[in-house]
């Protein structure tokens, strides 16, 4: 933020994720999006009278998951509470949720800041709950239809502490639970299918005041960039008031990106306001120590973690680490290929550089990769050997994308094989020098920047199949 601003942002998130569990929280329905609107539904997830629900363990294991990557302590004891609340799509008028006595509490996840320092944002509590079904507004007329195939399910809510301090960090604190979720293999993170999404609380005080100021909510921001802006519009919004002597008002707001500004949606509600209490159909939930330990046992290496390895045991910088780890599909494409070809910074340029530029441009996902990471291993290689130089790769490589072939099939289908005999590229060099006297006569004067324009000359003459080095050496030699 501006440093010149006289207030401080003071910013906590509340993340929702959906589970990715093959049935819903309390019911036997198919959890899964999309479908024809209300047919993953049930007597239990509908509300319908005298129905019970029963806990699904998987999520109590996969909400354990996400506590222990986050450092949080895992309460032996936590209880279901009912969130009573009257909205179309909730079907019984309350939601089940957990209150006073949630899963886990007091963790942390560590962030990087945009001068490189580390910062620790402390999450206040991860609790278990349900999904509400969704409302689908008709386009033509003034009518909302209810679809409540996503009612149940299950959801784990990761409330973070007040230690952000400008729209940037909440960004990547996002992208760092998101990543975590991600490497648990807990939650898929697609933010446009509303399977993580976020509310956010935004309060302003005085530099050096500790007391905090009156905060409203953000509500349902689901892209890093909705959450960047809302928030930065917000921020102003409230600097706006408080300089001409106005009040905030505790509001609930919804951030319009079309018009990128935010509302007023409602009065923000208090805890009292939902009547919370212990739902009577549900027993207190006991989780004993040899079940943390088990679920422990079955953590992945978190992103963290791998990205100090990748530093350590590839000497790879710490931008490269960073990206190459931001998903473990990703960190998984990478080490495959360092498996086969043992140069890390080159498999981390070609990954960064030509895989990754090719799929953001493409809208794909690096599972949707065309190529595949024993194929570029083994143009790589091609590479490494002095088969093919490095502007040859790079024509192979999108030949690669668009037929599908192996590397070596196209270099022996187009004749790509790097000319590396000595003698046949001195006959070049000998022509290109002297079908260049003028230029021969700059260099000589001084101009060693023209070494540039022999090279070229020469690789157009042999159609890039030169070896550079080779072709580097020469001329040197008969350029004096």
């Not at 386009?139 to 400008?166: K, M």
């Not at 990128?260 to 006991?286: C, Q, V, W």
């Amino acid at each position: 933020m501006d440093g010149k601003m006289k207030y401080e942002p003071v910013i906590g998130l509340e993340v929702h994720a959906q589970l990715n569990t093959r049935t819903k929280i309390f019911c036997g329905c198919a959890n899964a999006f999309g479908g024809e609107p209300n047919t993953h539904v049930c007597p239990v997830c509908l509300g319908m009278p005298g129905v019970l629900p029963v806990l699904n363990k998987t999520v109590v294991e996969y909400a354990m998951r996400m506590a222990l990557a986050t450092d949080c302590a895992i309460n032996r004891e936590s209880r279901f509470a009912r969130k009573n609340y009257f909205y179309p799509d909730l079907p019984k008028n309350y939601q089940i949720s957990q209150y006073e006595l949630p899963i886990a509490e007091h963790g942390q996840v560590t962030i990087a800041l945009e001068d490189g320092a580390m910062k620790r944002i402390g999450i206040t509590r991860i609790h278990m709950e349900e999904d509400a079904g969704k409302l689908v507004h008709d386009e033509y007329q003034p009518l909302s239809y209810v679809d409540l195939n996503r009612t149940g399910v299950p959801l784990i809510e990761i409330v973070s502490e007040p230690d952000i301090a400008s729209p940037e960090e909440a960004a990547s604190y996002l992208r760092a639970i998101r990543e975590v979720l991600r490497y648990l293999d807990i939650c898929d993170g697609n933010m446009e299918e509303g399977s993580f999404r976020c509310d956010a609380n935004v309060s302003l005080r005085p530099w050096g005041n500790e007391t905090l100021g009156t905060r409203t909510e953000l509500k349902n921001l689901n892209s890093f960039k909705y959450v960047e802006s809302a928030l930065a519009y917000e921020i102003r919004r409230q600097e706006s008031l408080l300089e001409e002597g106005q009040a905030v008002i505790q509001e609930t707001r919804l951030w319009d990106s079309a018009q990128n500004r935010s509302f007023s949606m409602r009065g923000k509600e208090e805890a009292h306001d939902y009547r919370y209490f212990p739902d009577p159909d549900l027993t207190p939930l006991i989780i004993d120590d040899v079940w943390i330990e088990t679920i422990r046992k079955t953590l992945p290496e978190l992103p963290g973690a791998r990205k100090d390895r990748f530093i350590n045991e590839y000497a790879l910088p710490f931008y490269d680490a960073g990206v190459l780890t931001s998903g473990r599909e990703l960190a998984d494409y990478f080490e495959d290929c360092v498996r086969q070809v043992k140069n890390p910074k080159l498999v981390s340029n070609w990954v960064m550089g030509s895989l990754l530029g090719l799929l953001n441009a493409e809208g794909k996902t690096i599972e949707q990769s065309p190529v595949s990471a024993t194929q570029l291993a083994e143009l790589l290689t091609l590479m490494e050997t002095g088969v093919i130089s490095g502007k040859i790769a790079k024509t192979v490589f999108d030949e690669m994308v668009v037929s599908g072939k192996s590397p070596k099939a196209i270099v022996e289908e187009k004749g790509l094989v790097q000319v590396t005999d000595s003698s046949e590229i001195s006959a070049v060099v000998d022509r290109v020098i002297a079908a260049s006297p003028g230029e021969v006569e700059k260099f000589k004067a001084g101009n060693t920047k023209l070494m540039g324009f022999f090279v070229g000359q020469v690789m157009k003459e042999t159609k890039g199949k030169a070896n550079p080095e080779i072709v580097n050496r020469l001329l040197k030699e008969k350029l004096g």
